[in-house]
C-alpha cells in the first residue's frame, strides 16, 4: 500500500432523498473530501429517486432496497455485499453513520470490516438526553455550562470502576451511548461539545469536523410580508416555543412556515397543538412535508427560529445564514458553537413572551435587522474558513491511521 493513500467509505443505511440532518452531514462531508482529491464514496442500501434531491453523486447504492431497523434477516444480508464491495474496491477506511440504532449488530461488523485490513470509524452527532438531563438541571443552578458538565463527565469516568465481572469494559460505553462501544479505530464528531461526553478514558483517536457549509452568500432583502420559519418540530427541539408562538402571538401581520422533521406521531403532535389557533384559522401557518430547494425557502424567509433545547451541532441555525436570513437560538453550547456571534441568542431559561419580544423588536427594526444580518455573513465566513483547516486537517489525520 502507497503511504498517505487514502479511499475512503462511508456507510449509511439512511442516505439522500433521506434528507436528516446526519444524511446531510454524510453527504457533504463525501463532496467535500472528493473536492481535496480524496476518492470518497457513500454506500448505502437506500435507492436514488428521480423526483428528489439523492445528493452526493458520489455513491454506491448497493442492493437497491430499504428495510427496517428490525428486519435483521436483511441487513444481514446486505451486511454480506457490504464486505465484499470493500474488499473489491480497496477502501482505506470506513466510516459509519448511525450505529446505534442497530447496536449489536455494527459491533461484528466493525469487528470483520478492521480483520479486513480496513480502518474502521464512527461518526458521533448527539449526546444522549439522559446524559443531557443532569447537564442542564445543572446549569439551572450556575449558568455554566462548563460547570455543569463536570459531575456528568465525573459520573461517567466512574462507570469504568465498577468490579463486577460481568460489568464488561464495552458496557459503559453502552450506558453513555458512545461509538466507543462498538471499538472503531476513529471517531469524527460534529461538534467539540458532543465529542466531550464519549470517551471518559482517552483511549481512542478522535476528530472534531463541523457540518460542511453551501459555498456563497446570498445577499437578501429583508420582505414587506413577515415571514418566519421553523424547523423540526420534535419535543427536544423547542416544539412547545413553537406552538406557543404560533397559537398566543398570531395577531401580528406574520406568517409561520413549519418545515416537519422529527419521527412517528411527533409531526402529528405537533399539528394537534397549533390545530385551534387564529393562525391556521386564517391560513397564516404553512407546513412543508419536504422542500426539494431550502434556497427557495430562505429566500422568502424574513427569520428563522430556532429554539432547539438539545442539539449535536446546529446546523439548521447556520444555512439560513448563508442566505442572508438572521437567525434566534437557544443558549445550548452545541448551537453557539456554530453561529458564535452571528446570531441573536435567547436565555436557555425564558419563555414564548420574551421571544416574541425580540422577534417583534427586529422585525421591525431595519437598523438592527441589518445589523444581525452582517453578523450572520461574518460567521458565514470564518466558518468557511475553519471548514478549508479542518479537512486538511483531517485528511492528515487519516493518513496517520493508516
Not at 373 to 402: A, C, N, P, S, W
Request: net charge negative.
Amino acid at each position: 500500500m502507497v503511504v498517505g493513500y487514502v479511499k475512503v467509505g462511508i456507510v449509511g443505511l439512511h442516505w439522500p432523498p433521506d434528507w436528516g440532518g446526519a444524511e446531510r452531514y454524510i453527504s457533504k462531508v463525501v463532496d467535500a473530501f472528493n473536492r481535496r482529491g480524496v476518492e470518497t464514496w457513500g454506500i448505502t442500501p437506500r435507492p436514488a429517486e428521480d423526483d428528489k434531491d439523492n445528493g452526493t453523486q458520489y455513491v454506491h447504492r448497493i442492493g437497491d432496497t430499504v428495510f427496517g431497523i428490525d428486519d435483521s434477516k436483511r441487513m444481514l444480508e446486505w451486511w454480506g455485499k457490504l464486505y465484499v464491495h470493500v474488499e473489491q474496491e480497496h477502501y482505506t477506511h470506513i466510516i459509519f453513520n448511525n450505529c446505534h440504532v442497530h447496536a449489536w449488530a455494527f459491533r461484528d461488523v466493525f469487528a470483520r470490516l478492521k480483520d479486513m485490513g480496513v480502518k474502521v470509524g464512527a461518526f458521533h452527532f448527539d449526546v444522549k438526553p439522559t446524559l443531557l438531563h443532569p447537564v442542564v438541571e445543572n446549569y439551572k443552578n450556575n449558568e455554566d455550562w462548563d460547570e455543569a458538565i463536570k459531575p456528568v463527565l465525573e459520573a461517567q469516568q466512574s462507570l469504568f470502576e465498577i468490579d463486577n465481572p460481568l460489568f464488561h469494559d464495552i458496557h459503559p460505553y453502552y450506558i453513555i451511548n458512545s461509538p466507543l462501544f462498538f471499538r472503531p479505530d476513529f471517531v469524527i464528531s460534529c461538534s467539540e461539545w458532543v465529542e466531550r461526553f464519549i470517551d471518559p478514558l482517552n483511549t481512542t483517536p478522535k476528530f472534531v469536523l463541523h457540518p460542511i457549509l453551501d459555498d456563497g452568500l446570498i445577499n437578501k432583502e429583508k420582505l414587506e410580508h413577515k415571514t418566519i420559519t421553523m424547523i423540526n418540530p420534535q419535543y427536544h427541539k423547542g416544539r412547545s416555543y413553537m406552538a406557543d408562538i404560533i397559537n398566543n402571538y398570531a395577531n401580528r401581520d406574520w406568517t409561520y412556515r413549519v418545515l416537519l422533521g422529527g419521527y412517528g406521531g411527533e409531526k402529528e403532535e405537533f399539528k394537534q397543538m397549533i390545530a385551534d389557533s387564529w393562525a391556521v384559522n386564517e391560513g397564516r401557518v404553512e407546513i412543508l412535508h419536504y422542500v426539494e430547494r431550502m434556497e427557495d425557502v430562505w429566500e422568502s424567509t424574513d427569520l428563522f427560529i430556532f429554539p432547539s433545547r438539545f442539539e449535536g451541532y446546529g446546523m439548521a441555525a447556520v444555512e439560513p445564514m448563508v442566505h442572508g436570513v438572521p437567525v434566534m437560538v437557544q443558549n445550548y453550547p452545541a448551537v453557539i458553537e456554530a453561529v458564535g456571534e452571528g446570531a441573536i441568542v435567547m436565555p436557555y431559561e425564558c419563555n414564548s413572551a420574551e421571544w416574541v419580544e425580540t422577534i417583534e423588536e427586529l422585525l421591525f427594526d431595519d437598523e438592527d435587522y441589518g445589523e444581525i444580518q452582517q453578523k450572520g455573513y461574518e460567521q458565514v465566513r470564518y466558518l468557511k474558513e475553519r471548514e478549508d483547516e479542518e479537512m486538511t486537517l483531517l485528511i492528515q489525520f487519516m493518513e496517520k491511521l493508516v
